[in-house]
């Protein structure tokens, strides 16, 4: 799944390759995010594409795309496949904007190069209150400063497989997390495929 949001609404599309001369269009879906919602300054839209039918163990370039024109500089990820040997990175509790935050980032950034890193895997509390007595958390400006802001440029580099914390479902039972994020499907029954729930350990 490739996610995008953009404050341009507008027909919108992903063309990807696996030797970056013959490309396939998938169609992306949207959703328009008003500013009485996530009470951001301003409104956005988000795209979503599926890519499937890829092959194992291959390397893809992309290129969202919306109203003719690409967002951003394109992309590329590699997929799995069976035998194979890869590293990836794993990170928590992350949502306070510290300066700690902030180098273990960089870090990740430079592990995020062609041949390191395969994937992140956030381990939940993604988005703490604004303030320090704010410990609530999960709302939709935080997620923009706590988040996207420190590892937007890796997103665009391998994939990011996340779970909720505690702080996470600080915001409307954890609404603003489902709602950035796409959900696996692979595995799990219809029923319960983007629903949430607590865990006490």
């Given amino acids: 799944t490739v996610m995008w949001a953009t404050d341009v609404l507008g027909d919108a599309y992903v063309d990807y390759s696996a030797d970056g001369l013959n490309f396939k269009r998938i169609q ?21 594409a599926q890519l499937t039918g890829l092959s194992a163990n291959s390397r893809y370039s992309y290129y969202p795309v919306v109203n003719g024109q690409t967002v951003g500089s394109g992309s590329s990820f590699v997929t799995s496949g069976s035998g194979t040997q890869f590293k990836f990175l794993t990170v928590g509790d992350t949502g306070w904007g510290s300066p700690e935050q902030g ?3 960089t870090r990740m950034n430079t592990d995020t190069a062609p041949g390191n890193a395969a994937f992140a895997l956030h381990v939940g509390d993604i988005a703490y209150g604004l303030k320090p007595y704010e410990t609530a958390g999960g709302a939709y400006r935080e997620y923009e400063s706590r988040y996207f802001t420190y590892y937007r440029d890796m997103m665009g580099r391998i994939p990011f497989f996340t779970s909720l914390g505690n702080h996470d479902y600080g915001t409307e039972n954890g609404s603003p997390y489902c709602a950035i994020h796409t959900h696996p ?17």
């Fill in 185 to 201: 499907t692979e595995t799990v029954p219809s029923a319960d495929r983007g629903k949430i729930g607590r865990a006490h350990v």
């Fill in 103 to 105: 180098r273990i980032a």
């Fill in 28 to 48: 992306a879906t949207s959703r328009f995010f008003p500013t009485d919602e996530t009470k951001l300054l301003n409104a956005f839209t988000q795209y979503s």
